[in-house]
């Protein structure tokens, strides 16, 4: 146990200096057992995670909720849904974000982002109001209907999930990066020039 958090806090800063995750904003967590998870507090930051940042979780809902992850009950589904996954994230990854509220799909033009990838679709949830109301049947459904590891939702976040915790940090690297070449892609089109890109 004590390995696997440490690589969760390893690969969670690394996500952190990528903008993956906010201080407060995003989620993780890995199976531990058949009915139980482990995921990040409420209180969590993720540039900074220890033991304590972490709690353990039943599936069956009890006091020890109050101090998880607004996602856990996502995570929850996902778990007893999905068995191949080990370890799931939840993020907003800027470009990818961006690249969401204009298309319907992200086809990456890259070599990794088109091997690795290829084209997603863009889930839109249509209603931010009662979006949490509706999110883990929407997610859940998604990732079963799709047989994708990843969700992109438009204006929200990315979902994740993998049975090994590096080719789940790989495959959000690969995606953000991907939606950070076709957005440079898009504003150079429109006339801007090199320069003009320094700070994007």
């Known amino acids: 146990m004590k390995e696997i958090l440490q690589d969760m806090q390893k690969v969670s800063l690394a996500m952190f200096r990528k903008n993956?995750?906010?201080?407060?904003?995003?989620?993780?967590?890995?199976?531990t057992d058949g009915d139980r998870f482990l995921i990040n507090t409420s209180e969590a930051?993720?540039?900074?995670?220890?033991?304590e940042s972490f709690i353990e979780l039943y599936h069956k809902k009890d006091y020890r909720w109050n101090k998880a992850s607004m996602d856990a009950f996502i995570h929850?589904?996902?778990?007893?849904?999905?068995?191949?996954?080990k370890y799931i994230t939840c993020g907003m990854p800027p470009y990818t974000m961006v690249y969401t509220l204009s298309n319907n799909f992200i086809t990456p033009k890259d070599y990794f982002g088109h091997?690795?990838?290829?084209?997603?679709?863009?889930?839109?949830?249509?209603?931010?109001?009662?979006?949490?109301?509706?999110?883990?049947v929407e997610i859940n459904h998604y990732f079963k209907k799709s047989g994708k590891k990843i969700m992109i939702i438009r204006g929200y976040g990315v979902y994740v999930y993998h049975r090994d915790l590096q080719n789940l940090s790989k495959l959000i690297a690969i995606l953000e990066n991907s939606c950070r070449l076709l957005y440079l892609n898009t504003v150079l089109k429109s006339g801007y020039y090199a320069h003009d890109l320094m700070d994007i």
């Not at 993956?20 to 199976?31: E, K, L, P, V």
């Not at 930051?45 to 033991?51: A, K, P, R, T, Y």
């Not at 690795?116 to 883990?136: F, I, P, Q, S």
């Open 76 to 85: 929850s589904l996902l778990y007893q849904n999905i068995p191949g996954a």
């Open 20 to 31: 993956y995750f906010g201080i407060f904003h995003g989620s993780i967590s890995t199976r």
């Open 45 to 51: 930051i993720f540039d900074n995670l220890n033991e």
């Open 115 to 136: 091997r690795y990838l290829g084209t997603l679709e863009v889930y839109n949830l249509k209603d931010y109001d009662n979006w949490y109301d509706r999110a883990d």
